[in-house]
T-cell receptor
Framework: AQTVTQSQPEMSVQEAETVTLSCTYD???????LFWYKQPPSRQMILVIR??????QNATENRFSVNFQKAAKSFSLKISDSQLGDAAMYFC???????????FGKGTRLHILP | DGGITQSPKYLFRKEGQNVTLSCEQN?????MYWYRQDPGQGLRLIYY???????QKGDIAEGYSVSREKKESFPLTVTSAQKNPTAFYLC???????????FGDGTRLSIL
């Protein structure tokens, strides 16, 4: 069975600095997708960034980028120029390309220090 | 606008009762999901369904049941066998292959 592990329950970063959130996963599949979601206090789930496993190029969305290391099964999220609005829970998610099963890690709560 | 509607927003259950959480989507998505969220546990998959009249157990299916009689609807029943049902429940749907999930606003279930 697939698993997703986020080893940092909480992190803090100074406003305008850069922070990296870790995510590792375990799977025997070759076809899958990876996602980072943000959950603010409103509990709304907001997509931050996604990565197809077959793509070697790391995904980037404005201040958000990933470091996808397929062999190491690692999918970290880098947030540059951190802003107060980035404070939230961040979840890493794995989607199976075989049966659409989607599982999440336990999340990392990110605090932004003014 | 298309989206996912979960109802009710808050739900209270008495001991020994079954309760049903509603999830409806008008996105024409084939796949639908139910997750449970507890503090420090992230989102845990309860059940998911790829097509009508078919569904699969997730990681924590015990004490829950689902049905998928219509593409638009995927109700979740929390049975009396679920001994610790107090949690936040999220429903999601999935469309095309490389697209992300769409989520509802959630239902908060509490025990009286």
């Amino acid at each position: 069975a697939q698993t997703v592990t986020q080893s940092q329950p909480e992190m803090s970063v100074q406003e305008a600095e850069t922070v990296t959130l870790s995510c590792t996963y375990d799977t025997s599949e070759s076809d899958y997708y990876l996602f980072w979601y943000k959950q603010p206090p409103s509990r709304q789930m907001i997509l931050v960034i996604r990565q197809e496993a077959y793509k070697q190029q790391n995904a980037t969305e404005n201040r958000f980028s990933v470091n996808f290391q397929k062999a190491a099964k690692s999918f970290s999220l880098k947030i540059s120029d951190s802003q107060l609005g980035d404070a939230a829970m961040y979840f890493c998610a794995y989607r199976s390309g075989r049966d659409d099963k989607i599982i999440f890690g336990k999340g990392t709560r990110l605090h932004i220090l003014p | 606008d298309g989206g996912i509607t979960q109802s009710p927003k808050y739900l209270f259950r008495k001991e020994g009762q079954n309760v049903t959480l509603s999830c409806e989507q008008n996105l024409n998505h084939d796949a639908m999901y139910w997750y449970r969220q507890d503090p420090g546990q992230g989102l845990r998959l309860i059940y998911y369904s790829q097509i009508v009249n078919d569904f699969q157990k997730g990681d924590i299916a015990e004490g829950y049941s689902v049905s998928r009689e219509k593409k638009e609807s995927f109700p979740l029943t929390v049975t009396s066998a679920q001994k610790n049902p107090t949690a936040f429940y999220l429903c999601a749907s999935l469309g095309r292959v490389n697209q992300p999930q769409h989520f509802g606003d959630g239902t908060r279930l509490s025990i009286l």
